[in-house]
């Protein structure tokens, strides 16, 4: 018996040459199959992408109301304890030299609407002339405009 080092190589036959060159491109994709998939991807990108938008401002404006509701229950429990509504929305986190029975403070800090921008008071409202207007001035920052919304009714 031979030691291994002894032993000579066996090499693979060899094939022919088409059959290694047919064996070599089915191993990648070709440039048409790549741009196919590239298209189907991009097709399915447009026409998802506008929807999730939507979407995400529906949320936004969702998150909005819900910051209203929450500053307007304690806009209510501050003139239920003070018998008036405060002069600013920082009366509710920090106590005003008027109010003697104040039992805050009524929120943990003035939350800012979901595009970054400050909530906006007004005591006596313009929609609400018997009480206060609480709004937020929406996407464009700018108050009086369409894209805003508060605690009254548009109807």
């Known amino acids: 018996m031979l030691p291994m080092s002894q032993i000579p190589a066996q090499r693979p036959p060899s094939l022919p040459s088409t059959a290694r060159r047919d064996r070599r491109t089915r191993r990648a994709f070709t440039l048409v199959e790549m741009l196919l998939v590239i298209t189907i991807i991009g097709i399915l990108a447009a026409l998802v992408v506008p929807k999730m938008m939507g979407r995400s401002e529906q ?36 106590q005003p030299r008027d109010a003697r029975n104040w039992h805050g403070p009524y929120l943990d800090k003035l939350p800012q609407d979901p595009w970054g921008f400050d909530y906006v008071y007004a005591m006596p409202g313009r929609h609400n002339a018997n009480g206060y207007d609480l709004s937020s001035v929406g ?13 009254w009714s548009t109807k």
């Open 59 to 94: 949320a936004r404006q969702a998150a909005a109301r819900a910051d209203i509701a929450a500053i307007k229950t304690s806009l209510d429990a501050y003139e239920v304890d003070n018998g008036f509504f405060p002069k600013g929305l920082a009366d509710l986190v920090q």
């Open 139 to 151: 996407p464009d920052g700018k108050s009086g405009t369409e894209d805003d919304f508060g605690n």
